[in-house]
Structure formats: C-alpha cells, structure tokens
C-alpha cells in the first residue's frame, strides 16, 4: 500500500480501508511522547508520502507531531524534486522552528535521508531496523546510528546536552 500512495496508484478510500494495519515500530511512540512532552523538542515527520496519508496515520496511531510534511505540502506544483533537496528546511521548517541547526536531527531509513541531512548541514542518523535500498548503514557517513527505537530519544537528549549543557529528563 505505501508503495502505491507513494505513487499516487490507490485513491484515499483504498488508503482509508488499511488504516488498521498500521503499525508503528515498538519502543518508538513512547519516545515520542517523552520527547513532546518534554516541550523542549518539536518533533517533526516528514515524508515523501501526500500529506492527507501522513496526517491521518499520525491521528490514527495517536502520534504527537509538530509538524507533518508531505511531499505536496511543500512543492506547489506537482512535478518531481529529487531528494536530498533542503527547500522545505531552508522554506518552511527553519523559518517556523528556528535557524539553530544543532538542534535538529534527521533520523531516516536510507540513504537518501542521510544526504538530505547533509545537504541541510543537520545531524543525520540512521536506523538499523528499516534500512532500506540494500545499502549498508555504516558506509552512509551518518553522524549516529541507532539499533533501537528507545535510543530515539536518547539521541535527542545527548544533542541537547552538547548544546545548553543541560540534561533532559
């Protein structure tokens, strides 16, 4: 199903049926949650998804966003931008959430992610337990990689230290 929204292929009902089996990865949410209710961290997702797909899967699985950008909500026409392409940073979240790029971390299931991270100049970090496209994790130069979705939260704190010097409960 995601392969086919990705594309455009299935029409919202199709989508909508599915919203069931939906799962997130264990041990992530409650990271979420700690790190949104810390209200130090905004937590963002985004997505080359369309975002009636990432807003509804958020509502659904009672995920607390920021933020929620889907790849039409930051390109006007519909025509392709290769990714990594920083303009919904530099355009839409760095404007909103503020310009201190120390603060921010990306954390992405490929390759792709790590680049755009990159090309923003914001920490990258990959995850072991999606890597995608057949790469190998270690050879993407990400800046942390991280086995568990407990160390989500974990990786957000230790940037917040090195920044304020402050812990993070």
């Known amino acids: ?19 069931n089996e939906l799962r997130i990865y264990d041990g992530l949410l409650p990271s979420l949650i700690r790190a949104h209710n810390s209200d130090i961290f905004d937590i963002i997702l985004m997505s080359e ?3 009636k797909i990432l807003k509804k899967s958020a509502e659904y699985l009672k995920v607390p966003f920021n933020g929620i950008y889907g790849y039409y909500s930051f390109w006007k026409k519909k025509q392709h931008f290769p990714r990594p392409n920083p303009y919904i940073f530099e355009n839409v979240i760095f404007p909103k959430f503020g310009y201190d790029k120390s603060l921010y971390v990306m954390f992405g299931n490929n390759h792709v992610d ?6 923003c100049g914001i920490t990258s970090v990959g995850v072991t337990w999606d890597w ?3 790469d190998n ?7 942390f990689i991280i086995d568990k979705t407990e160390q989500f ?3 957000m704190k230790y940037m917040y230290y090195n920044r304020y010097g402050k812990k993070v409960a």
């Open 49 to 51: 998804l369309p975002d």
């Open 132 to 134: 995608k496209n057949g």
């Open 153 to 155: 939260f974990e990786v």
């Open 1 to 19: 199903i995601r392969s086919l929204a990705r594309k455009g292929e299935i029409g919202w009902d199709v989508f909508e049926s599915h919203l």
């Open 114 to 119: 790590v680049e755009c991270a990159k090309a």
């Open 137 to 143: 994790i270690n050879e993407n130069n990400c800046d």
